[in-house]
């Protein structure tokens, strides 16, 4: 299968300091990508939809400011969490669809600490 | 609007027994049903998947799920699990454009 590469794995930043998390779709270009947050021990939350050289659509409830999201090529997606504060914490995990769109291929997830 | 529904948080089984996590879905549209695995501090491995056709679906180690469409459910099952079972597992629908979404999840714990 597709394989989706995320990095980095696990990060540790300074409250107030910002954070880049990277979404590479290494052997297939993806239109779209998925951004969703995890906290410990409960469903997978999707926060925005990633487009190709136009804007993010987020969910409802998430800060389009305060999560940046850049897709600047067909096997990248950037997630910037701005100002991070320690309710930001949390596992981020993204996906990217085939050209087939019949099934996503997940990265293997970010660890975000913020202390 | 599309929701799935896990009905057990987590499933404690014995290895070698079999087991079935229950996932029942509600969607206006024509849905595409997953259920993917999550081992601790990683990512989603996709199991199985149904888009359409045959309702028994056939995934990897050895998973199969049921999709019936009067019940609206998705129910996974093994005849036989390991140790290495021992996981997360995550149903979930997709109205086809590949946003997901997902059940609260089921952990199932396989205890020698």
């Known amino acids: 299968g597709a394989v989706v590469s995320q990095h980095p794995s696990w990060v540790i930043c300074k409250s107030g300091t910002s954070v880049k998390i990277e979404c590479r779709s290494l052997?297939?270009?993806?239109?779209?990508m998925f951004w969703y947050r995890q906290f410990p021990k409960q469903s997978l939350m999707l926060m925005a939809t990633?487009?190709?050289?136009?804007?993010?659509?987020?969910e409802q409830g998430v800060e389009k400011d305060k999560f940046l999201i850049n897709h600047a090529s067909l096997t990248l997606s950037t997630l910037t969490v701005t100002s991070a504060h320690p309710e930001d914490s949390s596992f981020y995990i993204c996906?990217?669809?085939?050209?087939?769109?019949?099934?996503?291929?997940f990265g293997q997830g970010t660890r975000l600490t913020v202390v | 609007a599309q929701s799935v529904t896990q009905l057990d948080s987590q499933v404690p089984v014995f290895e070698e027994a079999p087991v079935e996590l229950r996932c029942n879905y509600s969607?206006?549209?024509?849905?595409?049903l997953f259920w993917y695995v999550q081992y601790p501090n990683q990512g989603l491995q996709l199991l199985l998947k149904?888009?359409?056709?045959?309702?028994l679906v056939k995934g990897i180690n050895g998973f199969e799920a049921e999709f019936n469409k009067s019940q609206t459910s998705f129910h996974l099952r093994k005849p036989s699990v390991h140790i290495s079972d021992t996981a997360e597992y995550f149903c979930?629908?997709?109205?086809?454009?590949?946003?997901?979404?997902f059940g609260a999840g089921t952990q199932v714990v396989v205890t020698p």
């Open positions: 052997d297939f270009q993806a239109t779209t």
């Open positions: 969607s206006s549209v024509s849905v595409y």
């Open positions: 979930a629908v997709s109205d086809g454009w590949g946003k997901l979404q």
């Open positions: 149904y888009l359409s056709g045959s309702t």
């Open positions: 996906s990217a669809m085939d050209r087939a769109n019949t099934e996503a291929f």
């Open positions: 990633s487009n190709e050289g136009s804007k993010a659509t987020y």
